[in-house]
């Protein structure tokens, strides 16, 4: 199948030619033919199978006609969780949209609001937004609702996981009664769930890739390794086995700053990503690291869902995460769209517990792996997976 069977005309398929795409992914054939033909949508997802694109393209095709757009209104708008999510999706709709006549803007805290409201002044056509910027706008009466005909919560788990679902209720109270609702998620929890009941009309349910974290295009394997070891560990690993660049995740801003140090004393330069820098400054060390300019970067959650390169070959879990979703998401950085990636975790023995359940969401045994240099003094447990009781043992 190729993106010309789903409806999609000349201008978007000569733009996403250029960019790369020759066949649609799963949840592309079946979102965009569902989106086009104006039904609403419940996708679940994971991260890498192409959801941007799933909805943007169908949204450009939909509103590729001649149009004034009032002032200060807006067509569509996308709810994200984070920045850098909405940076990423506002680029991608420039991209697909290079040959079209339609406008974008990313709109977030951290920045010149007064800038933002100068560019509503002639009204945008698609909104990407953080749901508190928004409400700020709209309680300055900087843009309005009502020519709205699409509604996308894109990372929908990810926006109730960090306490958006008042701010979401009260922008859904603002919106036309009379619009198309797609909802986007990696997991489809209980509250994913209560949410698409309020929000959205008789949908079309698409699942795609349910267990894609296992499947073989990433690579997962773990070292067991004592607490005070792992950044000399991980620069030996650097050094070894000639890593070329690494989207390392920690817990902590400081343990950023802190380990970064550590790998420069080492002669390996490193750079730290948290939300404790500015948006400035954070949107110039992700344009490096995905130019390649920076190597290793150094990030604390924030930038699980929003480091969108389609070529990332490896991630590390220098902290191995407390909820398995987000083991599930950071991995999911790498391995994008089919391609090959490598999933590295360091295991301290207080971390048996979140490894027995990451196992047990993946369904097998993550591999381990020894290096000679590093014993490790605490030893962690064999995995709840393939624990045979002493009594059984031969």
Not at 51 to 57: E, G, M, R, W, Y
Not at 142 to 160: N, P, S
Request: hydrophobic share 40%; charged share 25%.
């Amino acid at each position: 199948m190729s993106f010309s069977t789903l409806g999609l005309s000349t201008p978007i398929l000569d733009a996403i030619a250029e960019l790369g795409y020759s066949k649609p992914t799963d949840i592309q054939k079946n979102a965009i033919p569902a989106i086009l033909s104006g039904k609403d949508v419940v996708a679940a997802a994971q991260t890498g199978t192409g959801k941007t694109a799933s909805f943007v393209l169908p949204i450009l095709e939909q509103f590729n006609q001649d149009r004034t757009l009032r002032g200060k209104r807006i067509r569509a708008l996308i709810l994200t969780p984070t920045r850098e999510l909405a940076v990423q999706v506002e680029a991608s709709i420039v991209q697909y949209s290079k040959n079209l006549d339609i406008s974008s803007m990313a709109m977030y805290g951290g920045t010149d609001i007064d800038e933002q409201k100068q560019r509503l002044i002639w009204g945008v056509d698609i909104i990407v937004a953080t749901p508190g910027r928004l409400l700020d706008m709209a309680h300055q009466r900087a843009l309005h609702f009502d020519e709205l005909e699409v509604l996308v919560l894109d990372e929908a788990d990810r926006m109730l996981d960090m306490g958006f679902i008042e701010d979401i209720n009260k922008i859904i109270e603002r919106l036309p009664p009379h619009r198309q609702n797609l909802l986007f998620s990696a997991t489809i929890s209980d509250e994913v769930r209560n949410l698409a009941r309020r929000t959205i009309n008789r949908p079309v349910e698409i699942t795609i890739g349910k267990n894609s974290a296992s499947k073989p295009k990433i690579e997962q394997w773990l070292v067991t390794v004592d607490k005070d070891r792992k950044s000399a560990l991980l620069s030996h690993l650097i050094v070894e086995q000639e890593w070329q660049q690494a989207l390392i995740f920690i817990e902590t801003k400081h343990g950023a700053a802190k380990l970064v140090s550590q790998l420069e004393k080492r002669g390996i330069a490193a750079e730290s990503l948290h939300g404790g820098r500015t948006q400035q400054v954070r949107e110039q060390i992700l344009s490096e690291f995905k130019s390649g300019k920076i190597k290793f970067l150094v990030s604390t959650g924030i930038a699980a869902r929003g480091i969108d390169i389609g070529e990332l070959t490896r991630v590390v879990n220098y902290d191995l995460p407390d909820q398995v979703d987000d083991y599930i998401h950071r991995i999911g950085r790498t391995g994008r769209a089919g391609a090959e990636g490598e999933a590295v975790s360091f295991v301290a023995k207080d971390n048996f517990r979140n490894l027995c359940a990451i196992e047990s969401r993946l369904g097998h045994v993550i591999e381990r792996k020894e290096f000679a240099d590093f014993p490790v003094r605490k030893t962690v447990p064999v995995s709840i997976l393939n624990y045979v009781p002493k009594n059984k043992r031969t």
